[in-house]
């Protein structure tokens, strides 16, 4: 289930807040890196999105902007759900948590996520953005 070598690339933001969710969709637009943006209100509903669209991985996101502090479903909790979803998603699709945190306990439990490539802080920066998807996220 791979993408074709020309498709364009997609990223999912999951966060429960409107207004962290409009920053992060400007930021993103400003980057030009990603053709399509997939809001997500919960970790919940991000998992039924990708459940649901497991069979074409051309709907599926190259990259997902995690938030970690969530209600009912928090960033971690949405990791341990990913885990279980199949391979073929979880080895293409690259996830960098976002957080206004300063709980080192959720700062070191992120950079010990084996799905997890950078913690990012709030307010998202374009400049920042762009390195992690350039370093991680290959054309």
Known sequence: MVKPVNAQKIVMLIDDNDIDLKINEKVVGITKLFSQVI?????????NYLKSNLTTPESLPDFILLDIQMP????????EQYKKLPASLIDVCVIAMLSST????????????????KLLK???????LMEVVQEHLPD
Request: aromatic share 10%.
């Open 39 to 47: 809001v997500c209100r919960s970790g919940e509903e991000a998992l």
């Open 72 to 79: 009912e479903m928090s960033g971690f909790e949405f990791l």
């Open 122 to 128: 709030k307010p998202l920066m374009p400049k920042i």
């Open 102 to 117: 300063l709980d080192f306990s959720d700062i070191q439990r992120a950079k010990a996520n084996p799905y997890v490539v």
